[in-house]
């Protein structure tokens, strides 16, 4: 298993502005995974983030928009920039180091753009 | 088509009642299947993998029917505590050792004393 911690948990931000998210986990995984889940809506994949290398992005989703940082094998940032309501959602962090399938989440930021 | 699809629902069921999630996937190169659980305001949490021959833990049983590309999740003698969403999810190799996961909408039960 793994331990997933995720900070802030909760945000209200004025549009324009950006937030980065951090997620911190109990051990090293080679990939950590970024998800948004907006209202109402299956859990749809951002990116994922390698250390030390560019950062996978699903389609519809931009560098520009969601910068990602892997600076080790534990920790990873991501940065919603330039916010808009519509980015109002629950992001979440998460590793799957057993294997396919098992994810281990962390608990989510959820992000309200005013 | 979506990719995965699950009853809409929501199911509202007196505690014992069975009940039983119904889930399709559009991709029948998918590899791997699961049930996850997710209670209001928490992340997703697994809650068992998908097989072929069948799948049961406890009150808990998932099948897989790769000709029809169909899940299922039956929950038997229903406690107040199995409240929550229940998603679908399936997995296909995405290059390399490289999996990727898809989640359906998930499908939100009710148990009611």
């Known amino acids: 298993s793994a331990v997933i911690s995720q900070k802030p948990s909760r945000d209200i931000c004025q549009r324009g502005t950006s937030l980065t998210i951090q997620c911190q986990v109990d051990?090293?995984?080679?990939?950590m995974f970024w998800y948004r889940q907006q209202p109402g809506q299956s859990l749809t994949l951002i990116a994922t983030a390698n250390q030390g290398s560019e950062a996978t992005y699903e389609s519809g989703f931009v560098i520009d928009k969601f910068p990602i940082s892997r600076p080790n094998l534990t920790f990873s940032t991501l940065t919603v920039s330039n916010m808009s309501p519509e980015d109002s959602s629950i992001y979440l962090c998460s590793v799957g180091p057993s294997g396919i399938g098992e994810l281990f989440f962390g608990e989510g930021s959820r992000l309200t753009v005013l | 088509r979506k990719e995965v699809e699950q009853d809409p629902g929501p199911f509202n069921v007196p505690e014992g009642a069975t009940v039983a999630f119904n889930c399709t996937y559009s991709?029948?190169?998918?590899?791997?299947f699961f049930w996850y659980r997710q209670d209001c305001r928490k992340e997703p949490k697994l809650l068992m993998s998908v097989y072929s021959s069948g799948n049961e833990d406890g009150r808990f049983t998932a099948q897989l029917n790769r000709a029809s590309q169909y899940i299922s999740l039956l929950i038997r003698d229903s406690k107040l505590s199995d409240s929550a969403t229940y998603l679908c999810v399936v997995t296909k190799n995405s290059g390399g050792s490289n999996y990727k996961l898809t989640f359906g909408k998930g499908t939100l039960l009710t148990v009611n004393p």
């Open positions: 991709n029948s190169a998918s590899q791997s």
């Open positions: 051990s090293q995984v080679t990939m």
